[in-house]
């Protein structure tokens, strides 16, 4: 009974603590959304509202009518899939082979991993850009793809490592006895387990690559190649004072394909883990 009646206010923080977190991740996203759609007098005003109250859409005609905003997002549409689905390709088998078969080679791909997450964009810039430059990808989305690629493969590797070792051996070895070979066993078996371990890490890929600002700043010289976060910075006047609406609506405009991606996917990430494990 005692125990029951300390569950209850443990239980009770949690809930305040979680609502208090949801909170802090949504208030500046709803002021986000809120400022997209307020006309300029309400955005001077000493005494900001959270509902606009004339809510306008000019300041998404502003964007597009001002920056190449539809390009931009496709841009940055073919990088972030490009990437995720590279990283996902490369990373599932070298993750499968590091967690099956543990050597010094595994532990030092580990360490590998570990390392690269250290080093910070600005220390590897300046040779990434001579690499490119030598390979003629300069100012490509396939440059930029490659980059995001590299960036993400460790973190990607070590995500799907530890899905592959939550799946259980015995499931394999099973299958095998029953008369699988390697390859069915891997397609028949391991790989419906490992679908919500894959999608997670392919939107994690895609997230980072849609966010990403610095090397496409810095790969990218002409508008027609550049991604939505650079196109953002062109909303911000010559001594930065930033042109608040604008750069509202168009910063929500690129938030909602990653959110809507997310709502897509949330239901593969969170469920069916064990889906298929029952031998039939």
Do not use: C
């Not at 986000?32 to 109250?53: Q, V």
Request: hydrophobic share 60%; aromatic share 10%; proline share 6%.
């Amino acid at each position: 009974m005692s125990s029951l009646r300390t569950r209850g206010p443990g239980r009770a923080g949690q809930y305040l603590a979680l609502l208090a977190y949801l909170a802090f991740l949504a208030l500046p996203f709803l002021w986000l959304i809120s400022t997209a759609f307020k006309p300029a007098r309400e955005l001077g005003s000493l005494h900001p509202t959270w509902i606009p109250e004339e809510p306008t859409l000019a300041n998404f005609r502003q964007v597009f009518d001002e920056q190449p905003l539809l390009q931009a997002a496709a841009n940055s549409l073919i990088a972030a899939l490009g990437a995720a689905l590279t990283a996902v390709a490369i990373a599932t088998p070298m993750a499968y082979v590091m967690a099956r078969h543990r050597s010094r080679l595994s532990a030092a791909a580990t360490g590998w991993v570990v390392v690269s997450q250290a080093f910070p964009f600005v220390l590897v810039i300046i040779p990434l850009f001579l690499v490119l430059k030598n390979l003629h990808l300069i100012n490509t989305l396939s440059g930029l793809i490659l980059v995001y690629v590299v960036w993400s493969l460790p973190f990607a590797l070590w995500m799907l490592t530890g899905y592959v070792r939550a799946v259980p051996a015995e499931l394999e070895e099973a299958a095998a006895v029953d008369g699988a070979g390697r390859l069915r066993t891997l397609v028949s078996v391991t790989a419906p387990l490992l679908a919500p371990g894959i999608v997670a890490t392919a939107l994690f890929a895609f997230i980072t690559a849609w966010n990403e600002f610095f090397f496409a700043l810095v790969l990218l010289k002409t508008p027609e190649k550049q991604t939505l976060p650079v196109v953002l910075t062109h909303f911000l006047g010559a001594e930065g004072v930033a042109d608040l609406g604008p750069l509202a609506a168009a910063a929500f405009l690129a938030t909602l394909p990653s959110l809507v991606v997310f709502a897509i996917i949330q239901k593969r990430i969170t469920g069916g883990m064990l889906a298929g494990a029952v031998k039939s």
